[in-house]
Structure formats: structure tokens, C-alpha cells
């Protein structure tokens, strides 16, 4: 069973950093996506950033434009966790944000920023930036 718990969300100032965490618990890192993602009330579900992982391991990485530069992406894998480092914060990143995975089915990234694809969830973190 696959399970995903975010962590690291809080309220900090705009220009700060946060990082946000992910343990994945049997899942496997082949053929899928994974991704964070952030969703406002009242708004759609957007990407923030994605890993495609093909057969040998990560293909590529992928950000949204309005985080390009400042977020990173990255997987400890002998930590099974996934991590998003977040650095000049704006008030507008404010926000839920979820970590996210695919099953391992995708033969390519093509849809990796699409929030329908994606068949785990976890719970969610809430980060908020003041001004």
C-alpha cells in the first residue's frame, strides 16, 4: 500500500525559505511521475514541480514557471523521501501544498504536470507567506 506524508509547511516571511518533505512508503520509482502540487480555496489544483522516473532512474525534472530558480526538487532515495526546497518565497506561493505519485505505468513525462494522472496523495502541508 502506498502512502505519502508531507511535512515542513508553516508561515514564514516573503523572501524565506521552506523546505517541504515527503515519505513515500511502498511505492516504486519506475515508469511514474511524482510531483508536488498546490491548490488556493477556490482554485484548481496546479503543479508546482514533477520527477519523471524512467526504468534507469530519474529522467528528468520539471518546474512551473512561476517557480522556476527558486524551488528544487529532489529525492533522497535511501531516505524514501522527496523534498522541495523552497527559497525567495512571495506572498503569492501561499497555499496547500501536496506531494503526489502516479502509478508506475507512465512511459513518459508528457503528463506528469496533469494533477488527473496521478493516483496517490498525501494529506497536504499549508504554507503561508506574509508580506
Known amino acids: 500500500q502506498v502512502r505519502l506524508v508531507e511535512s515542513g509547511g508553516g508561515s514564514v516571511q516573503a523572501g524565506g525559505s521552506l523546505r517541504l518533505s515527503c515519505a513515500a512508503s511502498g511505492y516504486t520509482y519506475r515508469s511514474a511521475c511524482v510531483g508536488w502540487f498546490r491548490q488556493g480555496s477556490g482554485k484548481e489544483r496546479e503543479r508546482v514541480a514533477s520527477i519523471y522516473f524512467g526504468v534507469g532512474g530519474i529522467y528528468g525534472i520539471y518546474y512551473d514557471d512561476s517557480v522556476k530558480g527558486r524551488f528544487t526538487f529532489s529525492q533522497d532515495n535511501t531516505k524514501n523521501t522527496l523534498y522541495l526546497q523552497m527559497n525567495s518565497l512571495k506572498p503569492e506561493d501561499t497555499d496547500m501544498y501536496y506531494c503526489?505519485?502516479?502509478?508506475?505505468?507512465?512511459?513518459?513525462?508528457?503528463?506528469?504536470?496533469?494533477?488527473?494522472?496521478?493516483?496517490?496523495w498525501g494529506q497536504g502541508t499549508q504554507v503561508t507567506v506574509s508580506s
Open positions: 503526489a505519485a502516479t502509478s508506475s505505468d507512465r512511459r513518459s513525462s508528457a503528463s506528469c504536470y496533469v494533477a488527473s494522472v496521478y493516483k496517490y
